[in-house]
């Protein structure tokens, strides 16, 4: 073969045979350069850079990013060569098995050698050593960090970038290149496709995002993902997460002292507020009837609990999971503010039990999904009592609120709970998921309920202290350690600050419905007593038609359209839904410490502006 010939496969690649070191087990040996001609003028930049040697087909060829991307998009890659020739026409070798992770050396001495560590492999693959280059690894993740600080943290409070960049599910597919191929890709266009990612992903830390119960990250709460996501601890055993282990049972313990819990209690992060509602229902469940665990349902009564329509629809859904049937989950009437009428409960209480079922449970709940109601804990907590019924609080919500001096009443009663759920990636924004579940007991409950004992974990005759080894309480093996980057941001910002954002959310919801009371075209739902305010828009056209079904089936299809508008347009992002047969209203969250007054009159304003033609 002629030295500089081109040797063109269907990707149009330039090989050449060059000696080079590998830059982990130290072998030196004759390698592939593999050039991708996406734009063939830069062949010559390539031959020049990697030096001479013969051009030989070999289309087996991985990127090697310690060259990157040269000029005009050409991709450079090494892979250990064992038979092509030298320039002089000798047989070239390599006995490295790496694939990756070589360097060009030209002008090797002849008895240049590597360490002497064993290095054996077959097929190609290392038995031994790394199979990464972890200097272009470095520079990747370098890389991304600074689209991600330019793209998302540094943008995150400016008001002029739109909230989302919309496209329809067919148009994204055709926007994003999201197919997965046999060979890898270079970094530039990983890096791109982050961007892209970014792009057409809905800003959550965006000031004018309110859609959801949760809004962004908090720097410090993200920097703790990262530190999580690169250490990669899994959180069942002490020996796996040591840090974690004890950050968990710290915050588990300052959340529960807020809770009002003087003597503590056990508990445990879990992958959101669903799976801590059905961990209480299973732990009512057998603390009623132990005998489930191990015989099944065939062992349990007919067992019924007490919930309202407001609840999260995980209550339910953990009924069904469960084997405890969703109409066994008995809905309680509620005031025409959404809260749990107690006299109602007491009432169906003394129903089932005529009927034969055996009421196990309750589930209350504290910052309902839609109203943002908090049911009545301490009445609650009476009747509970009175018919040794277990109480669950599902705050994932309104928990948040336990954190101020001021709104912590709308909890009262909190203590007389059995368990409790609550989600500091909600209004605290600790980031998704961030979910903690907490029991009074401290009788093991938690764990002897959800134990399997796997003895290839949970050893007993450990060296250190087995009652850090968590992960038996959970219904997980691997679990994240999701508490870290609530401590972190906790102990960046203290309790104050984290109060003082609790109080300034819901002074920025109290003035939002001050406005809404003031401006023609609005209509307040009902006073709130959390950060959601819900509202209906009336456009001009139906401002002067009287109330009737059909006025109101005219007003349901406003906040749809409306919706639209702010979606397409990406000026800002409000969740709508209709509730109790009523018409669709907006359904406003305010969250962010980043937003206030001016905010507040923007979203009102461009309702307006949108929806004024309808």
Known sequence: MQMGRTC???????????????????????????????????????????????????????????????????????????????????????????????????????????????????????????????????????????????????????????????????????????????????????????????????????????NQLYVGVDPYAMVGSFVTDATQPSQYTYEMAPVHSLIEDVVLGKMMELIGWVEGGDGIFNPGGSMSNMYAMNLARFQHCPDVKELGLSASPRLVLFTTKECHYSVAKAAAFLGIGTKNVYMVPTDKRGKMIPMALEKQIRAAKSEGAVPFMVSATAGTTVLGSFDPIEKIADICEQHNLWLHVDACWGGAALMSSKHKHLLKGIHRANSVAWNPHKMLMAGLQCCAFMVRDKTGLLKCCHSANASYLFQTDKFYDISYDTGDKSIQCGRKADAFRFWLMWKALGTRELEHRVDRALETAKYLTEEIKKREGFRLLMEPEYANVCFWYIPPSLRNIPDSPEFWQKVHAVAPKVKERMLKKGSMMICYQTHGGKANFFRMIVISPRVGAADMDFVLDEIHRLGADL
């Open 8 to 210: 063109r496969s269907p990707e149009e690649r330039q090989h050449r045979v060059v000696e080079g070191r590998c830059i982990y087990c130290g072998q030196v040996g004759h390698y592939i350069a593999t050039c991708s001609l996406r734009n063939s003028p830069a062949s010559k930049s390539f031959l020049e850079t990697v030096g001479g040697g013969t051009a030989v087909s070999h289309s087996d060829a991985i990127w090697h990013p310690d060259r990157g991307a040269l000029p005009g998009g050409v991709r450079f890659s090494m892979k250990a060569f064992t038979g092509g020739f030298r320039e002089d026409g000798s047989s070239a070798s390599a006995n490295c098995s790496c694939t990756t992770g070589l360097k060009v050396m030209t002008n090797v001495p002849e008895n240049a050698e590597g360490d002497n560590r064993s290095h054996a492999g077959t097929d190609r693959f290392a038995l031994n050593g790394f199979t990464e280059d972890l200097p272009a690894t470095d520079s990747f993740v370098q890389e991304a960090m600074a689209i991600i600080m330019d793209d998302v943290v540094r943008k995150a409070g400016d008001v002029r970038r739109k909230v989302c960049e919309w496209r329809s599910p067919e148009d994204l597919k055709e926007l994003l290149d999201l197919a997965l191929r046999e060979e890898g890709e270079a970094p530039a266009e990983t890096l791109q496709h982050c961007r892209d990612a970014i792009r057409y992903s809905i800003k959550t830390n965006h000031p004018h995002f309110f």
